[in-house]
């Protein structure tokens, strides 16, 4: 049987419950997920006088291949992009600025820096998103950044997020969509501290100074992304969940939500909703934490179909704006980006192919039990057939024909490097 012909048996079984599935299709094709660069080279960058990579985040594995300039870095993104169906946008870091060999301090990044990245972006019609790096330097050494004592040290990094708002903009008005520009600090401590308040006025002053500047939300939106912990910062992190989840709402910044980042048993699919009724907006880093914020690759798990769902069946996908963070140098990183990124998108879909307006009556309904069932049943039908066809459609392989690509790839061009 062909792609078409099974999916026209498919197509069948979902129009039986009033699901539309070319129009869910057509929904689809439209929604952006934004791919982290740094899964390419593991969150190495290109500074000329680059740092280890600190911050409590940690990358493990040596498998061959990595990128070690932007030209190959983009390449590999070009390879993911082929695999993958839709539109997407590339996330990218401060240190993945390009000085042509020249040490530009990080508080000094110009937009003239990202240029090829920009024209690279223009080139692939691709939106770009950014974040400025407060990791992996030597003014973050014991951990602080924004929040820390000293004002010196404060005000370098202020300047640094300041520079990247500006480098955001000039996306935003070059790409003609706005940069989301997220803000991500690794302070805390190791152990239990004596002034848990301190820090966080500090760090809220520092946020403050920040955003002073307006910049017009068609080219920039901010946002800034709370964590639990990270290695050397067990006990105590400023930028918490509750932190910022109160400054994004009190300044009008979106929330950014990391997987990782929270209680092993605490969900990002159930904060969805109830953030969404007091902000516009908000922003994920679809990661997979494995005992810890391990940033794994994104599989199709159960909470990645949660958060999926919350997205389509609350009519969201556009007040959710989807990015991945997972970094694994253990397996080949363009199959990484590739079995990330078609999960993230195969969730959407499956979220679309539910009768989320039936279950919902049910639920009013109080009729938990056929709830239950329609929601266990739906888990068999041949999902695999619309997702088959979706990718033919949309020119990229179908199934795991694109590992060949791959192993193509990393035969020609990953293995020489
Ligand atoms: C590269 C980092 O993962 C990223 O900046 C940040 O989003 C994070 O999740 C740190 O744990
Ligand atoms: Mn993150």
């Known amino acids: 049987m062909s792609i078409k012909q099974s999916y026209e048996l498919a197509k069948k079984e979902y129009e039986k419950w009033g699901i539309n599935v070319d129009e869910a299709l057509e929904k689809l094709k439209q929604v952006p997920i934004s791919i982290h660069c740094w899964q390419g080279d593991d969150v190495s960058g290109f500074e000329v006088n680059k740092g280890e990579l600190s911050g409590g985040i940690d990358v493990t594995g040596n498998y061959p291949g990595k990128a070690r300039t932007p030209e190959e870095l983009r390449s590999d993104l070009e390879k993911a992009l082929t695999l993958i169906p839709g539109k997407h946008r590339v996330n990218l870091h401060a240190i993945y600025a390009e000085t042509n060999g020249e040490v530009v301090e990080r508080d000094k990044l110009e937009p003239k820096h990202f240029e090829n990245w920009v024209n690279w972006a223009k080139e692939n019609g691709l939106g770009l998103d950014f974040n400025p790096t407060l990791f992996s330097h030597e003014k973050s050494a014991d951990g602080l950044t924004l929040s820390h004592p000293d004002q010196e040290i404060r005000e370098f990094w202020i300047n640094h997020c300041i520079a990247s708002r500006k480098i955001a903009e000039y996306f935003g008005k070059e790409l003609g969509s706005p940069t989301l520009t997220n803000i991500w600090i690794p302070d805390g401590y190791k152990d239990v501290p004596s002034d848990r308040l301190t820090p966080r006025v500090r760090l809220k002053e520092s946020l403050d100074k920040i955003f002073e500047e307006e910049i017009d939300e068609q080219y920039n939106i901010d946002a800034v992304e709370s964590k639990l912990f990270g ?187």
């Not at 994004?248 to 929270?262: E, I, P, Q, V």
């Not at 969900?267 to 969805?272: D, E, G």
């Not at 080949?332 to 279950?359: E, F, Q, Y």
Request: hydrophobic share 40%; glycine share 4%.
């Open 231 to 417: 290695i050397g910062s067990e006990s105590y992190v400023v930028g918490s969940h509750e932190f910022y989840l109160g400054y994004a709402l009190k300044n009008n910044k979106l929330c950014l939500l990391d997987t990782g980042h929270y209680h092993p048993t605490e969900m990002v699919s159930n904060k969805i909703s109830a953030m969404l009724l007091y902000s516009d907006k908000l922003a994920l880093h679809v990661s997979r934490p494995v005992r810890w914020d391990s940033d794994h690759v994104v599989t199709l798990d159960d909470e990645l179909k949660e958060i999926a769902l919350e997205i389509v069946r609350n009519d969201a996908l556009e007040k959710v704006m989807i990015g991945l963070d997972f970094f694994d140098a253990s397996i080949n990183r363009v199959a990484a980006w590739t079995i990330g990124t078609r999960n993230m998108i195969k969730s959407l879909l499956n979220a679309m192919l539910v009768p989320n307006d039936h279950l919902k009556q049910l639920q009013e309904e109080g009729n938990f039990t056929e709830r239950l069932a329609l929601i266990e049943e739906f888990k068999t039908y041949p999902f695999g057939a619309i997702w088959d066809y979706y990718c033919e459609q949309m020119g990229v392989p179908v199934k795991e024909t694109w590992l060949e690509d791959v192993k193509k790839y990393e035969k020609e061009v990953l293995s020489n490097r």
